[in-house]
């Protein structure tokens, strides 16, 4: 069984659903309001365990109803929990989803997200140094992150970034992770200067570029490769990139190929993007090597 280690953001997710996305200043009635777990590392904590990980998050929420619920469902979906700091004084971080038009727009408020600290991680060496891989995201503190990808890199475990939402992300950090997942917008903007094509040749077999419904692309030393999406009607794309990541972990974690860790991504992902909410579609394993085996 593969040990992920999760270190990230843990929120609730307010989505309003709606025919029409609001123009500045426009009012419009929406259908429904849903609440539901989110939160970037939260998301990639409940994926990775629901496809057969053993997974454990450290994270910082507050000590009010929505970190409750947060609790409650990471342990639901069989997540330790040892490392989820509840802070007294702070509110829970939430997200605050319109989806409409086919899409969504997201405004995050990180609140107790931002109070996670480099000692915090300190205290948890003993599973990181078990891990097989340890995921990261952008929705904590950098120093945080920062200080992530150096224990990775001292102690040889291998580091995922997913580094969204974009932010300034120091050099060291890029050239400690064993891979890079980020969306073209955010690779353009990780990689300023180079070409998309550019950015990958330079990061074979470590930068994966995802493109929605279309799948992903890689370099293999070689050559620039398409790993093809799987079609399917999305209902609520939220969630579908933490679920794409977790996937990975989760497969080169057991030892697949490259390629085959991207394949398997892309058909969790797609199985994600038809239920709504960002975990409410978040595939089970069987699922998942259902769809592999029926393409």
Same mark, same amino acid.
């Given at each position: 069984? *593969?040990?992920?280690?999760?270190?990230?953001?843990?929120?609730?997710?307010?989505?309003?659903?709606?025919?029409?996305?609001?123009?500045?200043?426009?009012?419009?009635?929406? !259908?429904?309001?849903? @609440?539901?777990?989110?939160?970037?590392?939260?998301?990639?904590?409940?994926?990775?365990?629901?496809?057969?990980?053993?997974?454990? #998050?450290?994270?910082?929420?507050?000590?009010?109803?929505?970190?409750? !619920?947060? @609790?409650?469902?990471?342990?639901?979906?069989?997540?330790?929990?040892?490392?989820?700091?509840?802070?007294?004084?702070?509110?829970?971080?939430?997200?605050?989803?319109?989806?409409?038009?086919?899409?969504?727009?997201?405004?995050?408020?990180?609140?107790?997200?931002?109070?996670?600290?480099?000692?915090?991680?300190?205290?948890?060496?003993?599973?990181?140094?078990?891990?097989?891989?340890?995921?990261? !995201? !952008?929705?904590?503190?950098?120093?945080?992150?920062?200080?992530?990808?150096?224990?990775?890199?001292?102690?040889?475990?291998?580091?995922?970034?997913?580094?969204?939402?974009?932010?300034?992300?120091?050099?060291?950090?890029?050239? /400690?992770?064993?891979?890079?997942?980020?969306?073209?917008?955010?690779?353009?903007?990780?990689?300023?200067?180079?070409?998309?094509?550019?950015?990958?040749?330079?990061?074979?077999?470590?930068?994966?570029?995802?493109?929605?419904?279309?799948?992903?692309?890689?370099?293999?030393?070689?050559?620039?490769?398409?790993?093809?999406?799987?079609?399917?009607?999305?209902?609520?794309?939220?969630?579908?990139?933490?679920? #794409?990541?977790? *996937?990975? /972990?989760? /497969?080169?974690?057991?030892?697949?190929?490259?390629?085959?860790?991207?394949? #398997?991504?892309?058909?969790?992902?797609?199985?994600?993007?038809?239920?709504?909410? /960002?975990?409410?579609?978040?595939?089970?394993?069987?699922?998942?090597?259902?769809?592999?085996?029926?393409?």
């Amino acid at each position: 069984m *593969a040990k992920i280690v999760v270190i990230g953001s843990a929120s609730i997710d307010l989505t309003v659903i709606s025919d029409k996305r609001p123009q500045a200043g426009e009012t419009v009635i929406g !259908q429904e309001l849903v @609440l539901s777990p989110g939160g970037k590392g939260a998301n990639q904590a409940v994926a990775a365990a629901r496809l057969g990980a053993e997974v454990a #998050f450290i994270g910082a929420i507050g000590k009010d109803s929505y970190g409750n !619920q947060i @609790l409650d469902n990471l342990k639901h979906n069989q997540v330790d929990t040892k490392y989820v700091y509840q802070l007294e004084n702070i509110t829970s971080g939430t997200a605050h989803i319109i989806l409409a038009e086919g899409d969504n727009s997201i405004v995050v408020v990180p609140a107790a997200n931002m109070q996670l600290t480099p000692a915090m991680i300190d205290a948890a060496l003993d599973i990181i140094r078990a891990a097989d891989i340890i995921m990261v !995201q !952008q929705e904590i503190p950098i120093v945080v992150i920062e200080h992530v990808s150096k224990i990775c890199q001292d102690l040889g475990v291998k580091l995922l970034l997913n580094p969204a939402p974009i932010r300034e992300t120091p050099a060291s950090v890029i050239a /400690a992770a064993t891979y890079i997942t980020p969306n073209e917008h955010e690779a353009a903007a990780l990689f300023h200067g180079l070409s998309l094509e550019a950015a990958l040749a330079k990061n074979p077999h470590k930068l994966i570029v995802t493109q929605g419904k279309n799948g992903a692309l890689y370099h293999d030393g070689v050559q620039q490769v398409l790993v093809a999406g799987f079609k399917v009607s999305a209902i609520d794309t939220t969630g579908a990139g933490d679920t #794409f990541n977790a *996937a990975f /972990a989760v /497969a080169i974690a057991e030892g697949k190929s490259f390629a085959a860790s991207i394949r #398997f991504a892309n058909a969790a992902a797609a199985l994600s993007v038809q239920k709504l909410g /960002a975990q409410g579609g978040m595939p089970q394993r069987e699922e998942v090597e259902r769809m592999l085996n029926h393409e």
